[in-house]
């Protein structure tokens, strides 16, 4: 409280009568907390890779860590030659497996563990089951970095427990993912958005993030973009079924 309220002193003092504050679950969070306290105008915008902010189709960031993740891929697939062979990518994704599994349809692979299934079904079970595509030796697999999912390594030490018979890499593809430059969608995004988050200060909104729904600007508030889980799109997980086999 006592930071908040310096934080609040300084924007006074400097003449600041509105913020944006660009960012994930955490910075929208904080802004909510701000905004109610000091009744202080602050737009959201949705900045995160993982995608997960409830009401936007798309985050700022996420096409370009997407992109970043399926070059890698690329790179690895190339060393993936060796016979009963499992890669293990990890990628960033704590509780939202957006990452893993369009990194996956994007890539090629053969499937992708994500935290959002983890309950339902035993994912690596199903893999095994299924075998390699018929034309591969060998196959890749995106694995959400989240404890739900076990990650790369726990996946890997499951395979050496239970089916010994495989080789098995791992690559943690990590803070690779938050570099790199913006693709020309995030340049977009970002540039769509940042101009909406005016024109909502302008019209005296507050309290909401800027979202885009079927490629249209929209206003979600705080508590909707913080509170509601994003789903993930189910038909993208026959998709990479259906191209796996």
Avoid at 70 to 75: G, P
Wanted: charged content about 25%.
């Amino acid at each position: 409280p006592e930071g908040r309220q310096l934080a609040y002193d300084n924007l006074k003092r400097h003449e600041i009568d509105a913020l944006v504050v660009i960012g994930g679950d955490g910075s929208l969070t904080g802004a909510r907390i701000f905004a109610n306290e000091f009744n202080f105008p602050i737009i959201g915008l949705p900045g995160t890779i993982d995608n997960d902010l409830y009401g936007t189709d798309s985050t700022i960031g996420y096409d370009t860590a997407l992109n970043t993740i399926m070059e890698c891929v690329d790179k690895i697939r190339d060393t993936a030659t060796s016979h009963e062979r499992l890669f293990f990518i990890e990628v960033m994704g704590r509780d939202a497996g957006f990452l893993a599994l369009n990194g996956a349809i994007a890539s090629g692979a053969e499937a992708a563990i994500i935290p959002e299934i983890s309950t339902e079904v035993d994912q690596l079970a199903e893999l095994i089951q299924n075998g390699f595509r018929k034309s591969k030796n060998s196959s890749i697999v995106l694995v959400a970095e989240s404890p739900v999912t076990g990650g790369a390594m726990g996946m890997a030490e499951r395979v050496k427990n239970e089916y010994p018979g495989y080789d098995v890499r791992v690559s943690i593809l990590g803070h690779l993912q938050r570099g790199g430059s913006p693709t020309a969608h995030d340049r977009i995004l970002a540039s769509r958005m940042g101009a909406a988050a005016i024109d909502a200060l302008l019209e005296d909104q507050r309290n909401v993030m800027i979202g885009i729904s079927n490629d249209n600007i929209c206003y979600v508030p705080f508590t909707k973009a913080i509170k509601n889980d994003k789903p993930i799109n189910r038909a993208l997980l026959d998709t990479l079924r259906r191209l796996s086999i």
